[in-house]
């Protein structure tokens, strides 16, 4: 369910160095919710996700 004034987002990543840069963006910046769908091991993030 989305509340009014939530937009949804997809992005399409090709490359390693591009998916962890963009993950890493959206890690961030994030104030509600993550839904990351990938095949990578998610341990390349892992400091992002202590953060949160």
């Known amino acids: 369910m989305m509340f009014q004034n939530e937009r949804e987002f997809i992005?399409?990543?090709s490359g390693f160095?591009?998916?962890?840069q963009k993950a890493k963006e959206m890690l961030s910046?994030?104030?509600?919710?993550i839904y990351l769908?990938?095949?990578f091991d998610l341990?390349?993030?892992k400091n992002e996700?202590?953060?949160l």
């Open 11 to 13: 992005y399409n990543v």
């Open 17 to 20: 160095d591009n998916l962890h």
């Open 37 to 39: 769908n990938t095949d």
């Open 29 to 33: 910046s994030a104030e509600c919710e």
């Open 43 to 45: 341990h390349f993030l």
């Open 49 to 51: 996700i202590l953060r």
